[in-house]
C-alpha cells in the first residue's frame, strides 16, 4: 500500500481543487481486500450538506516514527448521493494544530462498498515523536470531532513511554465509562503525563449474542445478526447463554457487531483521543479459539469459512500496520494485510509431526498475520504476538472431560502431561492415564508436545527478544502466563489434586511456557514484562521458569488487567459455586455486613486460608495454613474489578497502576465512571541471568479484599 506524504497545500471546499486530490492519488490510499481502481466522480463533491455521516467515529494506529495509520467508515444518509456502485469519495486532513490551520496532510481517498465503507490511510513523512491531528471529509460533511494522534519518537531517543492497556468489552455484559475515565483523566493531565498509546489485549468485540448469565442484568442489546446460528434453546448445558443468544458466522454478522461496538460514545472519543495498538484473543472470532475451529461445544468443529470472515472483519474496523511494517532489528516482520481467499470448511489434517497447517486451515490462518513489533525510542520493544491462530488443540477434550468427571478443576499432573505428548517423562510417556480409579489409553502418547505460538511464531519471538535493544520488552499477551491454581491437595483427606483454574490460556500449554521462560534466561535477556488479558482481573506476579521447583527462579514479570466491562473472575466464580458450601466459601466471604470477593485470597494464599477466614479472624492461624505456593508466583489478585492498567517506563524502573472503576452495568455518562481503587505496583530494572523484584500494591482508594484487613491495620 502506498503512503500519503506531506506537507500538503492547504484546505480547502472548491470543488475544482477537491477533484484536483482525486487526480493526484489514482485512490493508492484506501486498503481493502483488494485496491479499488479509482475512477474520479462528482457525485460526493456535489453532495448537499447532511448528506454524509460517521457513526463509527475515527482512529489511528501503530505509530510509527514517521508515519500512522489513519481510520474511518463513512455511511450514505440518502443512499442517492453515493457513486452509482455505492462507494463514497472522501478527503483526509492532517494537522498540527487542532484548528487545522497548518495542514501538513490532503489527500484525496475512497470508502468502497467491498470494504463495508471503511478506510485505511497510512500517512507517512510526519515528524517524530510529534502530535498530529487528523480529520475527514465526505463532500461538505466533517466527522464528528477531530482525531489525535502522535508518532513514535526516533530509535535512540530517551524519555519516558507512557500507554494503557486493556481488553474484554462485551457491549451487552456492561459501559464503557472505564473508557470514558481514560480519556477524561488523560485531557486534565498535564502534558508531560499523558500517554502516548492504548494497547488492546484482545476481545474487542463478542461474537456471540446473549453471552450474559440470566441472573445478570444485559446493560444493552446488540440485536439480531443478519446471519447468526439459530437463536439458542436454553438445554441446561450452557448457563451462561441466554435464550435467543446467536453466534456470529458471516462477514455480515461480524461487521455487524463491530459496528455496533463502535457506535458507543466513549469508546470512539478513546480511539479519536489515543492511538491504538491492538492483537486479538478468541472472541474476535470464536469463544475459546485454536485455529480455524469453533469450541462452543465438545472438541469443536471446522469453520474456516467463520475464520476468514472474522480475519477480514477485524483487518476493516481495526487499524493496523501489518503489510507496511518495518523490519525490526535485522528480523523481517511476518504480518501481513488480509488477503482474501476461497475456503470450505474441513477437518484438520494431522500426522506424526503434529498438525499440519495446510488446505483449508492454512488458507483460513494465512489470510491475515497480525503478529509484529512496534518500536518506541530507546525505552520499548512491544511485542505482540497472536495467541489463537496457531495454537494446537487443547488438550481438556471430551475424552479426557469424561475421565476427570468429579475433579473440580484439571489437574496439573493430568494436563501437564497430555501437554508433553510423547516427550513426557523423558520420551518414556504413559500408555495409560488414570484420574479417581478410571484409566483410559493416553489419547497423546504419540503426538508431539502442545504449542500456543506455533513453530514459525515462536521462532519469531525468539529472535526479536534477542536482537531487542531497548531498556524495556513488553510482551502483548492475550492469554495469562501467570499460575492461577487451586491447591486442592491440601485439603486433608479430600483425596484432590492441585488443579489449573483454566487452561485456555497458557496454562493449557505449560511445556512451551516453560521454553520461552527457559529462553529468556538462559539468553540473559532482562526487563521483560508480560501485559495480559482474558481472565477478566487484576493479577501481578512473576512468571516462574519451574513453578514447580523446589525454588522458583523467574526471568519476567506480568501484569494482568481485568475487563472495560465483561462480567469479573469473581462473579462468574460466585455464581458457579453458589449452592456448593465448602467451595462457594472458598469464592465468597460472608457476614452481617454483606460479602468479599474472598476468591482473589483463596488464589494467592491457597484453600485452606480461603476457608478459614470464614471461620476465624486469627492471623497467628491464617499464617498457619497460608500457601505462599498455592499459585507459584501470583501475588496479587482483584478479581471483582473492571478497568484499564497504565504503564510508565524509564530508564531506572516500571511504574504500573491497576485502575478499577467497579461496577458498570449503568451508564456512567460524559464524566466516566469513578475511580474505585488504584493498586500501584513498581518494578525496578533488572539485568539479565538476574530476578526481577515486585514492589507493591500501594493502594489509593479501599483496597480489595482481603489487602483491605491489612490496610486498617497499617
Known sequence: MSGVTGPMPGFSLDRREFLKLFGATAGCFVVNAAAVPFVPALGTARAAPGAFHFPQGLASADPQPDAVMLWTRVEAIDTGTALPNGDVDLYVQVATDMSFEQVVVERAVRASTRSDHTVRVFVQGLSPDAIYYYRFYAGSDQSPYPGRTRTAPLPGT????RFASLSCQSYESGYYGALRRLTNDDIAAPADEQ????LHLGDFIYERTGDVPEDRP?????GPLPDGTIPWEPDGTRDWWRKGGQAAVTLADYRHLYKTYLSDPDLQAARARFPFVHTWDDHEFTN???????????NGEPAQKRKVAANRAWFEFIPAVLSNGPSFNGVASPAHDFRDTRVEDTPMASHDDGFIFEGNNARALSSLTIYRTLRWGAMLDLVLTDLRSYRSPPV???TIDALLDGAPVPPVRVVQLLDAGRTANEGKPPATISYGG???ENPRADAPPGTHMGGPQKAWFKQVMKASKAEWRIWANSCPALQIRLDFSRIPFAGLEDGYAGTDAWQGYPGELKELLTFLRDEKIGNVISLSGDYHAFAAG?????PDAESLNSPAVEFMTAAVSSSSMYSMADRRTRGSGFFHRAVTYEDENGSEPNWNNTLVNGLRAGILVNYSSSDYLFDLVRNERASPGLDYMDADAHGYTLVTLDEAQAKVIQVNVGDVLSDAGPGGSPVKC????TVKRWAGGEEPALEGPVFEGPPPYPWKLKHKES
Open 158 to 161: 530517551k524519555r519516558k513511554v
Open 195 to 198: 500517554i502516548d498509546f492504548v
Open 218 to 222: 444485559i446493560a444493552r442489546i446488540v
Open 288 to 298: 475459546d479459539a485454536w485455529q480455524s475451529y469453533a469450541s462452543y461445544f465438545g
Open 396 to 398: 481438556i477434550d471430551e
Open 438 to 440: 478410571r484409566e483410559i
Open 542 to 546: 512473576r512468571l516462574p521458569v519451574d
Open 678 to 681: 488504584k493498586a500501584l505496583f
